[in-house]
């Protein structure tokens, strides 16, 4: 009884092994990407709309948990975008660094500065594999 009890934690410290190795691998190769799309009030102004993206797109340089972001505005010609204008999308390691970054209060300030101008928001968050 003894030597089985004793293979049985050797198989089990080398499966955690293995599979914490595997974890930390197949971690390692995906990113969180966070998805936020916008259909802007019609009383926002160009201006203000620049304004808002601008501030967005600064918001990579301020907050370290971001690695990755990029933004455009609709060119589908397919008509189902429901009205929504602009994307941003910024790529996070982990939902820690997403969680940092939607507490951060570069990021506060930003929702500030956006909320009132912004009709409709959308946010979509997913794993992608790279």
Sequence with gaps: MGSRWMVMLVAAMVLSAVGTDAMSNLNASRKLRHIVLYKFK??????????????????PKQIPSV????????????GKS??????????FRDEAGRDEYLAHAAHQKYVELVRD??????????????
């Design 117 to 130: 101008r912004r009709e409709k928001v959308v946010v979509f968050d997913y794993w992608a594999d790279e």
């Design 42 to 59: 019609d009383s926002a102004t160009e201006a203000q709309v620049r304004e808002v993206v601008a501030a967005f797109s600064a918001l």
């Design 82 to 91: 429901d009205g929504l204008t602009h994307a941003f999308v910024v790529t």
């Design 67 to 78: 690695i990755g972001f990029e933004h455009g505005t609709n060119v589908s010609g397919e």
